[in-house]
């Protein structure tokens, strides 16, 4: 396991300078959501820009897997919106994450972490269900064509709410190129098991690992040691199942304070994992 940091937490930073701080603190990758300010996924020379910063993570020695929940990428009045699930702009979100395949293969990058979206109040959940499963048949075929691999995060309020949802995807989809995204959080906010039984559970398709700690029922991005989520026993699990992948801490709301939020969550983490792993 490898710690990194996700540059939605660094908003307020330069990407250059996002990246020199996150390695300077001792991260070894980072989780990189394609934005506005942040290497822009529909801004001119997208493939230059993409070289620059594959220079500078190679420079910075780290790893990367690629984030795709910029809050207005697509739609400057609604957040998160389209997604794949809209009968009007779900093109856009296919075309969005068709670019993020495109930039982690020029990067190498490990995944690339998705969502299914917010169903639509005009969509009918058995619509919106089969449009998620033609639209990731589509998209596992263009990353496999590339060779990336995908990584399909369950996310809370969304269609795909939990560990039971992508299980349900993935038997339908039926593709290892459609992995698993964890956030360890989210494990404590709305599943019905421990965050340790979901790990063992999601094992054989954990892609990629989001961490920050949250507290049952509310979907806030904590900071560690605020909220209910044990950390040692999330470490002792993730160990358990021989996971290698990028650990990157999600804060996206803590970007006024982000070198310093930074540097106190990779010493919680640091511990943590020394302890959960020696258990």
């Known amino acids: 396991m490898r710690l990194g940091y996700g540059t939605n937490g660094f908003a307020n930073h330069r990407l250059p300078e996002a990246l020199a701080v996150i390695a300077d603190?001792?991260?070894?990758?980072?989780?990189?959501?394609?934005?506005?300010?942040?290497?822009?996924?529909f801004g001119p020379d997208l493939?230059?820009?993409t070289t620059e910063v594959g220079r500078l993570l190679a420079e910075h020695n780290l790893t990367v897997v690629i984030e795709t929940g910029g809050r207005y990428v697509l739609d400057p009045y609604r957040k998160h919106e389209p997604t794949l699930l809209h009968t009007h702009g779900a093109e856009w979100r296919i075309a969005l994450l068709?670019?993020?395949?495109?930039?982690?293969?020029?990067?190498?990058a490990e995944a690339v972490s998705f969502w299914s979206g917010t169903l639509p109040a005009d969509v009918p959940a058995e619509l919106g269900?089969?449009?998620l499963v033609a639209s990731c048949n589509q998209l596992v075929g263009y990353a496999a064509d590339r060779g990336v691999q995908?990584?399909?995060?369950?996310?809370?309020?969304?269609?795909?709410?939990d560990l039971a949802g992508y299980l349900k995807l993935q038997a339908e989809v039926g593709s290892e190129t459609l992995g698993l995204t964890l956030d360890i959080g989210h494990l404590v906010c709305n599943e019905?098991?421990?965050?340790?039984?979901c790990i063992t559970t999601g094992a054989p398709y954990l892609v990629n690992v989001q961490i920050d700690d949250m507290r049952r029922g509310v979907h806030e991005h904590l900071e560690f040691g605020t909220g209910e989520v044990d950390f040692e026993a999330?470490?002792?699990?993730?160990?358990?199942?021989?996971?290698?992948?990028?650990?990157?801490v999600e804060l996206p709301r803590h970007s006024h304070a982000a070198p310093t939020v930074a540097r106190q969550s990779i010493d919680f983490l640091r511990q943590a994992m020394s302890s959960g792993i020696h258990a």
């Open 150 to 161: 995908l990584g399909l995060e369950p996310e809370p309020g969304m269609l795909v709410d």
């Open 234 to 248: 999330v470490f002792e699990a993730l160990a358990a199942v021989g996971y290698q992948g990028l650990v990157a």
């Open 98 to 108: 068709e670019r993020a395949i495109e930039v982690a293969a020029d990067l190498g």
């Open 192 to 197: 019905p098991f421990p965050p340790a039984t």
């Open 129 to 131: 269900w089969e449009r």
């Open 25 to 41: 603190l001792g991260y070894v990758g980072v989780a990189l959501t394609l934005d506005h300010n942040h290497l822009d996924p």
């Open 47 to 49: 493939r230059q820009r």
